[in-house]
């Protein structure tokens, strides 16, 4: 379980925010609504249905996430968007025959403990215990369901079972032996970076190309449907003005506190313990505790007792000690008596789970409230915020009442004194400002807002923010036009084209170097560069990573030098591997309990990987016309 708990604690933090990853898959997610209607399954393995709705959210969320990290003048027609269904629909049928295999192997992690991680996490957390109504929040906020959410911590609990069980075998010392050997290997290149940019005067795009490809890719320029609302926003803080604190609401807060204060005495307590365990049945620890207790009762000193029978590994030493300590801290029976003591009372045996106790009672330590003059502001503070809380659900409620009796926001918005704002234009899937919140896109597509016309109910930002959707604009999908798309066309000609002149130039090069020609004076006349470097390391810092990769992945030249083209992220790089140079294994930057460290988690990945290809070959997956439907059309969006 403690194992689990450390897996899913960044995991859990993040797929409890998103829900997108599990083990073994590139991203996942369960669906978290019920289906009705016709049957929208998209795939099957061995019969178990993959939905629709399931596939949607997946991919929107992706598609989201892509375009977050693209920044604020990303271009969604910039996504890949078959690639990424695709990617998709592989992930959801990957995990889905995982799972599978995991349940077959009796592998399985049941609801009643993904519910002990689910609440023990501390966003659902309040003064370190689990709350209800943040966990509640927490689910209407994101559109989830209690149980679907179960069910996907259930699904990646069993998964992270099945990768725990490939761990790797015997790592032999002459194998940790040839990987510092390699690892100490030095090279000697010579290479010349090929920028797809440095091809740019090569790349003409014209017309006739910008009309054959909108033609070929019409699908890809269907603009979303899409709306704009007028809304109206409360803000609790906006209501703390409006709040009166009164000399007589002053002094109930104090009481208030003071009562508070007087639940939370601590008390400093000793005890001596004998444990009822295999050796020692609660009999005889009976007795043994009622013998001690005569002791005390005869004038024996209770420090001097416990330190010689007391049975507590962790008092005995201090005869007896357990501080001073709130109500709580103990077991229920343990707790009980404790508070029921006076100073220097030494209770009756007490019989807990542990064995039997004996309790003496130090004394009681009543946790002082500094006077009221002390902190006044403090209180304030808390009043105002505590009256503008009431007030905020007494508005919320009356603004919906208000809501729901007018054809639009403008007179409800003049009643309560608020501004009646606007948005930009935004999808169901995606939105800027307030429009970045699910449940304000749901409302704004939803029948009783867009069909309708009519006003939202309230919509929860946050537990103190509040919105009131009305439409003000919609936009069916349409077909976009040629002049509205040829600039991005444009630039997807023209980056495809630079890429395949780089690597024409690139392959051209490689050609040449390999019959012996010097390339150096045409790259330079090009603006680029030969790069001549010895003794690269694993650990040289280089251009790009692909290219550090290429450069230990070239074969030992033997007769002649090794070159090849090699694809970068931005263009292409040549390369000429002249030599080869053989260190000792100590002039590894690694250290033995590194690499076997390494070894071990490749062998792992490589039993995952042999496992899960297992899996595929025998599972039977069939993607249904639906399904097919999804991967080829331009957009995959909900029903």
């Known amino acids: 379980m403690e194992k689990f708990r450390k897996m899913v604690k960044g995991w859990l933090g993040y797929t409890l925010l998103t829900l997108l990853m599990v083990p073994f898959a590139f991203f996942g997610i369960e669906s978290y609504f019920t289906n009705a209607g016709h049957d929208n399954t998209v795939a099957t393995v061995n019969g178990a249905k993959i939905d629709k709705r399931e596939f949607d959210q997946v991919f929107n969320q992706q598609r989201q996430a892509l375009l977050e990290k693209m920044g604020p003048d990303a271009d969604p027609s910039q996504l890949n968007a078959p690639k990424l269904r695709q990617q998709v629909m592989d992930a959801l049928t990957h995990r889905e025959f995982e799972v599978q295999g995991a349940r077959a192997m009796g592998l399985d992690f049941p609801q009643s403990l993904a519910w002990q991680v689910i609440s023990s996490q501390p966003v659902f957390q309040q003064d370190g215990h689990f709350d209800a109504a943040t966990f509640s929040r927490f689910l209407q906020q994101r559109g989830y369901t209690e149980q679907g959410l179960l069910h996907d911590v259930a699904i990646g609990g069993t998964l992270s079972q099945l990768e725990s069980g490939m761990a790797a075998g015997f790592i032999t010392p002459a194998q940790v032996q040839r990987l510092l050997v390699l690892d100490s290997q030095t090279r000697d290149v010579d290479y010349i970076l090929v920028p797809d940019q440095a091809m740019a005067a090569r790349v003409a795009v014209s017309p006739a190309q910008i009309q054959a490809y909108y033609q070929a890719h019409r699908k890809d320029f269907v603009a979303p449907e899409q709306v704009a609302v007028s809304y109206v926003q409360l803000h609790k803080s906006d209501l703390l003005a409006q709040v009166q604190v009164s000399d007589d609401d002053l002094q109930k807060a104090y009481e208030d506190a003071q009562k508070a204060q007087a639940g939370k005495e601590m008390r400093h307590a000793e005890h001596i313990l004998i444990k009822v365990d295999s050796k020692t049945s609660a009999a005889q620890a009976l007795a043994r505790i009622t013998q001690i207790a005569a002791q005390l009762k005869a004038g024996g000193d209770f420090e001097k007792l416990a330190r010689q029978y007391s049975q507590d590994e962790g008092s005995?030493?201090?005869?007896?000690?357990?501080?001073?300590?709130?109500?709580?801290?103990?077991?229920?029976?343990?707790?009980?008596?404790?508070?029921?003591?006076?100073?220097?009372?030494?209770?009756?045996?007490?019989?807990?789970?542990?064995?039997?106790?004996?309790?003496?009672?130090?004394?009681?330590?009543?946790?002082?409230?500094?006077?009221?003059?002390?902190?006044?502001?403090?209180?304030?503070?808390?009043?105002?915020?505590?009256?503008?809380?009431?007030?905020?659900?007494?508005?919320?409620?009356?603004?919906?009442?208000?809501?729901?009796?007018?054809?639009?926001?403008?007179?409800?918005?003049?009643?309560?004194?608020?501004?009646?704002?606007?948005?930009?234009?935004?999808?169901?899937?995606?939105?800027t400002g307030i429009a970045t919140n699910a449940k304000v896109r749901a409302a704004a597509f939803s029948d009783d807002v867009l069909k309708d016309g009519k006003n939202s109910t309230a919509l929860e930002l946050s537990k103190d923010d509040v919105v009131w959707v009305h439409l003000a604009q919609h936009q069916p999908s349409y077909q976009q036009t040629l002049a509205?798309?040829?600039?991005?066309?444009?630039?997807?000609?023209?980056?495809?084209?630079?890429?395949?002149?780089?690597?024409?130039?690139?392959?051209?090069?490689?050609?040449?170097?390999?019959?012996?020609?010097?390339?150096?004076?045409?790259?330079?006349?090009?603006?680029?560069?030969?790069?001549?470097?010895?003794?690269?390391?694993?650990?040289?810092?280089?251009?790009?990573?692909?290219?550090?990769?290429?450069?230990?992945?070239?074969?030992?030249?033997?007769?002649?030098?090794?070159?090849?083209?090699?694809?970068?992220?931005?263009?292409?790089?040549?390369?000429?591997?002249?030599?080869?140079?053989?260190?000792?294994?100590?002039?590894?930057?690694?250290?033995?309990?590194?690499?076997?460290?390494?070894?071990?988690?490749?062998m792992s990945a490589q039993n995952e990987a042999d496992l899960v290809n297992a899996l595929q070959s025998r599972a039977k997956i069939v993607i249904t016309p639906a399904g097919q439907q999804l991967l080829q059309s331009s957009a995959a969006s909900s029903d």
């Not at 007018?406 to 995606?430: C, I, M, N, R």
């Open 316 to 431: 005995v030493a201090s005869g007896g000690d357990l501080g001073t300590v709130p109500r709580g801290e103990f077991v229920p029976e343990f707790d009980q008596v404790l508070f029921s003591l006076k100073p220097g009372e030494v209770s009756a045996p007490v019989k807990t789970r542990f064995g039997y106790h004996l309790i003496k009672l130090i004394s009681i330590e009543e946790p002082k409230l500094p006077a009221l003059a002390a902190i006044k502001d403090q209180l304030q503070q808390q009043v105002r915020e505590q009256k503008a809380a009431q007030l905020f659900a007494e508005q919320v409620n009356s603004i919906n009442d208000a809501m729901y009796e007018a054809a639009d926001l403008k007179d409800p918005a003049s009643k309560f004194h608020l501004a009646v704002q606007q948005t930009g234009l935004f999808d169901a899937q995606q939105g």
């Open 484 to 602: 509205q798309v040829s600039d991005r066309i444009r630039a997807v000609l023209m980056d495809q084209g630079e890429a395949q002149a780089a690597q024409a130039q690139a392959e051209r090069w490689a050609q040449a170097w390999r019959q012996g020609q010097d390339v150096a004076a045409q790259a330079q006349a090009m603006g680029l560069h030969l790069v001549h470097q010895d003794q690269v390391s694993r650990s040289t810092t280089m251009p790009d990573a692909d290219l550090l990769r290429a450069i230990f992945w070239l074969p030992r030249p033997t007769t002649q030098a090794s070159v090849q083209a090699v694809p970068l992220h931005q263009g292409v790089a040549v390369v000429m591997l002249r030599a080869v140079h053989d260190h000792p294994a100590s002039d590894s930057h690694l250290d033995v309990a590194q690499v076997s460290a390494m070894m071990g988690k490749a």
